[in-house]
């Protein structure tokens, strides 16, 4: 189903205003900056974007409320909002697929244990998921097709488990967590002890709590605790292929970007940010609001806030200095070289005279 909009009820729409454009024109889609035809709408969400918003095919477009946009294309319309990117979420919205309708009900192939404790009014179980005994699902939680809920797993209210994601056995999670395909809640903390030269299992008996609004990408892994609680605190998102692992406290509101992985009881405050492939060591503490950088190591206590980078990560301008360092070896040795001649050629003089 196609759907258009003129643009004053576009920006009615998004919260913002119309600073350039008529009113009456009309647009029936959406794009990125640089893709964007005629008739679509799109965004600057990143002021690096500004040389394509002035070649742009867009007919229209949001931007920040305090951008000047010099030599934009005359037919380009602008609506001025506070924050591009989220305002740009209402017209993905309305031009985007409906949202998936919410179908209560326990598919026949679905193989759900006995004593499970659900309303089967307002809970959806997928094909061939399986739900194991003791098992409590709050209202409104949907579970998809082949995701696997472990005994004794406590799910609450509005939950979205995807297709194939798996909560292994009393592992507790909140309302309105998401867990998207193949990410698993509750595997066995990786710990050994070498004995007589063979690696021992130790047993790893806690459990895994994931509070409200918490969401966790494809393929990531949270193991269980030890004994105790690996826990994640509302509000964090968690991106695909991450590792917590066991005993780790996450707080609130952290993100956690892809391929990072954060080794057994370690501690991170609110609001916590770990860009992608960021590497922390185990019994470490991290403060509120650290934001480190790609790629960097962190192997020791982060304990004010900022940004830090490198590894091992530095506060960030001690880490770029440090990064930039090895750059300038080259230069150094041939300097160190030029040296040793000059050298080598003062002492053949002395030894000459």
Request: hydrophobic content about 40%; overall charge neutral; some cysteine.
């Amino acid at each position: 189903m196609s759907h258009s909009i003129n643009l004053k009820q576009l920006a009615e729409l998004v919260g913002g205003e119309l600073a350039v454009g008529a009113a009456e024109k009309v647009v029936t889609g959406l794009n990125s900056i640089m893709d964007a035809k005629p008739g679509e709408v799109t965004f600057l969400g990143n002021v690096r974007y500004v040389p394509a918003l002035k070649t742009t095919r867009a007919s229209a477009a949001l931007v920040p409320e305090d951008l000047e946009v010099l030599d934009a294309p005359a037919e380009l319309a602008l609506i001025r909002v506070k924050n591009p990117t989220l305002a740009f979420s209402s017209v993905i919205r309305f031009f985007g697929p409906p949202s998936s309708e919410f179908v209560p009900g326990v598919h026949s192939t679905a193989i759900v244990a006995r004593n499970v404790v659900f309303d089967s009014q307002q809970v959806s179980i997928g094909p061939h998921a399986v739900i194991e005994s003791d098992v409590t699902i709050g209202a409104g939680t949907t579970i998809h097709a082949g995701a696997y809920i472990g005994r004794g797993v406590k799910l609450g209210t509005d939950c979205v488990i995807h297709a194939n994601a798996v909560v292994k056995d009393r592992c507790v999670l909140g309302n309105r967590v998401i867990l998207h395909s193949g990410s698993v809640v509750g595997t066995d903390g990786f710990g050994y002890e070498l004995v007589k030269g063979r690696h021992q299992k130790i047993d790893q008996v806690g459990i895994v709590q994931i509070d409200d609004d918490v969401e966790i990408g494809s393929c990531t892994t949270i193991d269980r605790a030890r004994f105790g609680r690996t826990w994640i605190g509302e509000g964090t998102k968690i991106d695909n292929l991450v590792q917590i692992a066991h005993n780790c406290v996450v707080g609130k509101h952290c993100i956690i970007v892809s391929q990072t992985g954060v080794s057994g009881s370690t501690r991170l405050g609110n609001y916590v940010t770990l860009a992608g492939q960021v590497g922390v060591v185990g019994h470490l503490e991290v403060a509120d609001q650290v934001i480190v950088l790609a790629k960097s190591g962190v192997t020791k206590n982060l304990t004010e806030a900022g940004a830090y980078t490198g590894f091992p990560a530095r506060p960030i301008a001690e880490g770029r200095k440090m990064m930039a360092l090895p750059a300038k070896i080259p230069d150094l040795i041939e300097r160190v070289r030029e040296l040793e001649k000059k050298l080598a050629a003062l002492e053949g003089r002395i030894t000459s005279e």
